[in-house]
Nanobody
Framework: QVQLVESGGGLVQPEGSLRLSCVGT????????IGWFRQAPGKEREGVAC????????FYADSVQGRFTLSRDTAKNTVYLQVARLKPEDTGVYSC?????????????????WGQGTQVTVSS
């Protein structure tokens, strides 16, 4: 059974940073493309980053380009999202999900297995 568990969220001041983790069980990270999404209160879920199955291709949303970094550790079957220079508008529940492909469009319908998410709150 494919499962994903996120962790690493918390309360951070503006310009701060966090490292979010997405641990997979029931599959190997190389089996799927992995995407990170976030959902702010009252807003639709949006994609922020994704990596292809091979890990060679990574896309970022324009709003986080240069501030967020996606990486993965195949030995730990974990995908990370380093979030830096955080802004209040980055607040939301961050979730990871699996897909067959990683595209810049971050179409939610292309993603099937989802984790429960981890809360990131950026506030002074």
């Amino acid at each position: 059974q494919v499962q994903l568990v996120e962790s690493g969220g918390g309360l951070v001041q503006p310009e701060g940073s966090l490292r979010l983790s997405c641990v997979g069980t029931g599959f190997t990270v190389g089996d799927y493309a992995i995407g990170w999404f976030r959902q702010a209160p009252g807003k639709e879920r949006e994609g922020v980053a994704c990596t292809s199955r091979s890990g060679e291709t990574i896309f970022y949303a324009d709003s986080v380009q240069g501030r967020f970094t996606l990486s993965r550790d195949t030995a730990k079957n974990t995908v990370y999202l380093q979030v830096a220079r955080l802004k209040p508008e980055d607040t939301g529940v961050y979730s990871c999900a699996t897909s067959s492909t990683c595209w810049r469009s971050f179409k939610i319908r292309d993603y099937n297995h989802w984790g429960q998410g981890t809360q990131v709150t950026v506030s002074s």
